[in-house]
């Protein structure tokens, strides 16, 4: 198979057992994802002797972790993100790096032994009576007893279809594309959205000399000190995730007060929703990576939300109307499931699995769902709570 590699992710052409032209003969199961979810899942149902084959539409594993931007560093900590079978090194401090959490990603792979096929795009999936069978690039067809889909929350970026924003005449980007805050010197820029992802390319490009950078906030986060006294925020979430909603806004409410500064003055003010009301919403806190220092000392300025252009000018839902240099599209991402499954409605209204974890739809059991959801107490761990359950349910089958 072209774009083929051996154990581990390292280069090579030695085809795999099973694989003979475009067929499978053996029956795996196939991962189709190289990034945490997907390698945590083979782990795990190698562990339990079942053959995992994954399918990485790119040339390495840990691709979407290749392409985030240089500063990046996991608001989770070192020990609650590794993933099953592997620890994360000492060396790498509290929270992790996106060089080393790639490294890391090689290292799991390589650890484990993972039998993974890279340049192979899975574009659908059907039935075939007790199998699945997989449609991918090249007119490639295989076929697995089961399908663990592992493509990743963020998978295409989603930028909304301002008007006028076909004939903006400044730097329109989505925040996928931005590395760091080196183009951006001395540029006026708007960052759309405030989530971690907008907050911290905010904070990026005022310690990188942009010449003026504002924030549009169309609703006003939760914003959570990533550690306090040393207690990281996410021990608090693994706690409170499963405590009644309304007690869990009322504490968060209290903390808010005591521990944060109201930034009310400077644009942003507390939100009127309670915290874990907006988490069952899907909105996940920002943790404060220097967003309320910046806003507080006026280098980050917090507007309205974006909601037109006209020419040159980016205009705001306040009716003010500025002329930044950049505007960069912290807007999310789709799943971009419905090529591939979408004929199998096993999709939500919103694009999204209907079961993750060790469950599969009544309608198409044996296809599996990992790393789909957003929770509150850390993607990375719960990937790898997924991976024993998927395992478990396949090691019965």
Same mark, same amino acid.
Do not use: K
């Given at each position: 198979m072209a774009g083929e590699k051996g154990r581990g992710g390292k280069s090579g052409t030695r085809r795999r057992p099973g694989l003979t032209g475009d067929r499978t003969d053996d029956r795996p199961v196939y991962v189709i994802g190289g990034g945490p979810g997907g390698l945590a899942v083979a782990a795990a149902l190698r562990g339990r002797g079942v053959r995992a084959v994954i399918l990485e539409r790119s040339d390495a594993v840990g691709d979407s972790w290749r392409r985030h931007y240089d500063r990046l560093r996991l608001h989770t900590t070192r020990r609650l993100s590794a993933l099953p079978g592997l620890a994360m090194p000492r060396s790498f401090g509290r929270w992790v790096s996106r060089d080393d959490m790639v490294r890391y990603l090689e290292k799991y792979a390589e650890f484990h032994e993972l039998e993974i096929v890279t340049g192979v795009e899975v574009t659908r999936i059907e039935t075939a009576g007790a199998d699945? *069978?997989?449609?991918a690039t090249g007119g490639r067809r295989m076929t697995g007893r089961a399908v663990v889909v592992a493509t990743g929350y963020n998978h295409t970026p989603r930028l909304p279809d301002w008007p006028g924003g076909d004939a903006y005449t400044g730097e329109l980007l989505h925040a996928a594309e931005y590395r760091s805050p080196a183009p951006y010197r001395d540029r006026d820029v708007l960052v759309v959205g405030v989530g971690n992802t907008g907050a911290e390319i905010a904070v990026d490009l005022t310690e990188g000399g942009a010449a003026r950078v504002r924030l549009a906030v169309r609703t006003p986060p939760h914003i959570v000190r990533r550690s306090t006294a040393g207690w990281p925020a996410q021990r608090s979430a693994v706690l409170v995730r499963r405590l009644p909603? !309304?007690?869990?806004? %009322?504490?968060s409410r209290i903390?808010?007060?005591l521990l944060l500064p109201d930034l009310s003055a400077h644009g942003l003010p507390r939100p009127r929703k309670g915290l874990y009301s907006r988490v069952r919403e899907g909105a996940i806190p920002v943790q404060d990576a220097g967003l309320i220092d910046a806003v507080r000392r006026g280098r980050v300025e917090p507007v309205a939300a974006l909601e037109s252009?006209?020419? +040159?000018?980016?205009? *705001?839902a306040d009716g003010s109307r500025i002329t930044? +240099?950049?505007?960069?599209?912290?807007?999310?991402?789709? !799943?971009?499931?419905? %090529?591939m499954i979408g004929h199998l409605g096993v999709l939500?209204? !919103? %694009?999204?699995?209907v079961v993750h974890g060790g469950r599969t739809p009544k309608q198409a059991p044996g296809l599996y769902f990992t790393g789909f959801t957003n929770p509150i107490s850390g993607t990375l761990r719960e990937l790898g709570r997924d991976a024993h359950r998927i395992a478990k349910a396949l090691a019965r089958g």
């Open positions: 699945w *069978l997989l449609h909603t !309304r007690l869990v806004d %009322g504490v903390q808010a007060r252009f006209d020419a +040159d000018t980016a205009v *705001l930044p +240099d950049t505007v960069i599209a912290a807007t999310g991402y789709r !799943r971009a499931l419905e %090529g939500d209204a !919103r %694009g999204r699995p």
